[in-house]
């Protein structure tokens, strides 16, 4: 059972560039989320989904698109990356939101812009 | 909107102490509370979830208390072992946005 899976686990590019972070998951979740880290800040909301075909947009969704054309898939865009979005991203799913909703977390994907 | 604060930011314990995390929130009107840990360069890891009807939840060396009225939450961690040293992230459910908001966490060290 793997869990949550993230790649790539790191990734450098340049500014200006493209990339496409994918996080699949094998629990037949429905809420699946896309968070970025960064020191001294905690862990901040990008975008979510509350089901397949579905996305909304999280606390900090500026510079990022998804989609989750598939339950199990939720992809994390960045059409023209920034140093700013120089970031840990992590994935996080869970069955119920809420009540019961126990979340679990990917290993985390690093990404530096230059 | 939540804010949760997680005092100490950081703790340093020689091994076999037992401690208290601290977590405050500033909307009691939760669904749920849980509380995380991460090793470096990790991802979370859920240790305990306390359901807003809940007073306690309890696994293994670890007890979560939650006080919805007082937005407070703590995680007791008896007999600390080095193995314990990692980062404890708390992180209340209100139903909004249907996310967590996530505290900065407690950095904590236990040494030999």
């Known amino acids: 059972n793997a869990g949550v899976t993230q790649t790539p686990k790191f990734r450098v590019l340049k500014t200006g560039q493209s990339m496409t972070l994918l996080c699949a998951q094998d629990m037949n979740h429905e809420y699946m989320y896309w968070y970025r880290q960064d020191p001294g800040m905690g862990l901040r909301l990008i975008h979510y989904?509350?089901?397949?075909?579905?996305?909304a947009k999280g606390e900090v969704p500026d510079g990022y698109n998804v989609s989750r054309l598939k339950k199990q898939n939720f992809l994390l865009g960045l059409e023209s990356a920034a140093p700013s979005q120089t970031s840990v991203y992590f994935c996080a799913s869970t069955l119920l939101a809420g009540v019961g909703g126990e979340l679990f977390f990917g290993e985390g994907s690093r990404l530096t812009v230059l | 909107k939540q804010e949760v604060t997680q005092i100490p930011a950081a703790l340093s314990v020689p091994e076999g102490e037992n401690l208290v995390l601290n977590c405050s929130f500033t909307d009691s009107a939760i669904y749920n509370l849980q509380w995380f840990r991460q090793d470096p360069g990790k991802g979370l890891t859920s240790l305990l979830l306390?359901?807003?009807?809940?007073r306690e939840q309890t696994s293994g060396r670890l007890n979560a208390s939650l006080d919805k009225s007082s937005g407070r939450s703590t995680l007791y961690i008896a007999a600390s072992q080095p193995g314990d040293s990692a980062t404890y992230l708390c992180a209340p459910y209100t139903g909004t946005a249907s996310k967590l908001t996530f505290g900065t966490g407690t950095r904590l060290q236990v040494t030999l």
């Open positions: 989904s509350v089901g397949e075909g579905t996305t």
């Open positions: 306390i359901q807003s009807s809940q």
